[in-house]
């Protein structure tokens, strides 16, 4: 696909994406693209509204995609920012992307994107706690003003274990790993759903009869996520090989802590429907800025191939 420079949504991505940034990045594709929905599908523990950019008119069929569970993981955020601008650049201009003529795919699917569900998490590990509420809690719960490997929401607990599934078995693993309370990551919190980020993501997926394949997406490690616990959703296989396909990423089976609580996991336990944990990127987290043109080049495929396998 050719672009010329006006063409380009403003997700260049030259800076890491906190709050501001996401904020003015889903502004800048609303008025650019009166077709894009711009919503908020929840507010963190801290107030910040958690928006959700939605395109289509699929009634029976809808794809989300969500990330940045993970404090130090905002680069799936630029990953989705781009994707969704992408996408809306291609129904524009009638566009085929990938053989996919994505206006005709858009008018029996939806395709929800929420590119930062831990919106709280991600401005602490960008900016720290200095001009936070609950600085003098989020100080004690991490030991240390170096809030650089933060994961959690603004009240310690790892979105992504938050999830009711297997929650009650993964309470006595994280026991025995010494995690009692809220922290920079792995606490699962007082119980599920506990965590607005994650209430409402789940009342959303719950009474949204229109979404039928929930993606993921965290770093590092390139690879993909399809089961849990040992069990998969139906056509889950297929896609996840048609996914590992596009992207070159391996197929793996979720292991260990890594196996309970997660949205994947609940998706596939309590929805039915195929879901992936798709771990962008390699190296150490949080992955630098200037990885991103490379992981979104691998992954651009998959992304925009996913609906038409839900
Ligand atoms: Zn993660």
């Known amino acids: 696909m050719t672009e010329s420079k006006n063409e380009r949504t403003m997700i260049e991505c030259g800076a890491p994406v906190d709050y501001e940034n996401l904020m003015n990045s889903a502004q800048a594709l609303s008025d650019r693209y009166p077709f894009l929905s711009v919503t908020y599908m929840g507010t963190s523990i801290l107030g910040r509204g958690i928006p959700m950019l939605s395109i289509g008119e699929g009634r029976q069929k809808g794809v989300m995609y969500v990330g940045c569970h993970h404090g130090m993981e905002w680069i799936t955020s630029a990953v989705l920012l781009k994707f969704i601008g992408e996408l809306c650049e291609s129904v524009l201009h009638g566009r085929k992307t990938y053989g996919i003529n994505t206006a005709h795919m858009l ?116 690879e993909i996520y399809y089961s849990s616990g040992g069990m998969t959703a139906p056509k889950s296989v297929a896609a996840a090989r048609v996914l590992s396909r596009l992207s070159g990423y391996k197929l793996e089976e979720a292991e260990g802590m890594a196996s309970y609580g997660g949205l994947t996991d609940w998706c596939i336990r309590s929805l039915n429907i195929p879901s992936f944990t798709i771990e962008c990127g390699k190296g150490e987290n949080p992955l630098p800025i200037s990885d991103f043109p490379d992981i979104y080049s691998r992954l651009r495929e998959a992304l925009f191939t996913a609906p038409i396998l839900s």
């Open 107 to 222: 008018r029996s699917r939806t395709v929800h994107v929420i590119p930062q569900l831990n919106v709280d998490g991600a401005n602490i590990q960008i900016h720290g706690a200095e001009d936070c509420i609950l600085r003098e809690r989020l100080l004690s719960m991490n030991g240390s003003e170096d809030f650089s490997h933060w994961q959690a929401n603004a009240r310690g607990v790892d979105l992504n274990h938050n999830y009711d599934a297997g929650f009650y078995e993964y309470k006595k693993i994280e026991a025995e790993a010494g995690i009692l309370g809220g922290c920079a990551t792995r606490f699962s919190g007082e119980s599920p759903e506990s965590e607005p980020e994650v209430a409402s993501l789940c009342s959303l997926l719950r009474f949204s009869s229109d979404i039928s394949m929930v993606l993921t997406l965290h770093s590092q490690g390139e």
